[in-house]
């Protein structure tokens, strides 16, 4: 069974990281929360309280197949401040492994200088944050391993994008008819 990361930082953009997590696991995937916080109690943007299930040190300990990084201000900004997970998105991209960042946080991969000649995308009107990159207006953008979308609104289309990545195509078919979502 692969594993999958999702960051959460105080002010994360709660659609970004629970879309993920939930269809993650619903084909299979152990798909966590991991507070980078000293509580496991992490408030979202909009004042909405989840619990991780684990803390960063045991996330940086036991390497994962992936990571996500949700969006949302001020959470983005606060994965950014995090020295230790920014050591450990350089190591996952030196690995090959999925780097995937939604909304606001791809200007973190941007910032730690990932993006160089990849096309990603970013919540509109923050374009000029993909330093190094080719920005794209889609839904949705793989470049290597390298998986960005846009906001909120592209949080299913992101989420099948990551099923199809960590379980295959055939998984995120069965899941796009399962939960009746049209593309």
Do not use: W
Not at 132 to 155: E, L, W
Not at 166 to 176: N, Q, R, S, V, Y
């Amino acid at each position: 069974m692969k594993t999958v990361y999702i960051f959460l930082a105080e002010g994360f953009e709660e659609m970004e990281a629970v879309t993920p997590l939930d269809l993650l696991r619903r084909v299979g995937v152990n798909a966590k929360f991991v507070s980078i916080g000293s509580s496991l109690q992490v408030n979202g943007a909009h004042n909405i309280c989840y619990t991780a299930d684990i803390f960063f040190d045991e996330a940086a300990a036991n390497k994962a197949h992936g990571i996500v990084l949700p969006g949302g201000m001020p959470g983005t900004l606060n994965l950014l401040a995090h020295q230790g997970l920014c050591s450990l998105i350089q190591s996952y991209y030196e690995e090959q492994k999925p780097v995937c960042a939604i909304c606001a946080a791809p200007l973190i991969l941007g910032e730690l200088n990932l993006l160089k000649g990849k096309v990603a995308t970013i919540y509109p009107g923050m374009e000029n944050k993909l330093i190094g990159a080719v920005p794209s207006k889609n839904q949705v953008c793989v470049d290597g391993n390298i998986i960005t979308s846009r906001g909120p609104g592209t949080a299913i289309p992101f989420a099948l994008k990551l099923v199809e990545i960590f379980a295959g195509k055939k998984a995120a078919d069965k899941l796009t008819a399962d939960i009746v979502y049209q593309i």
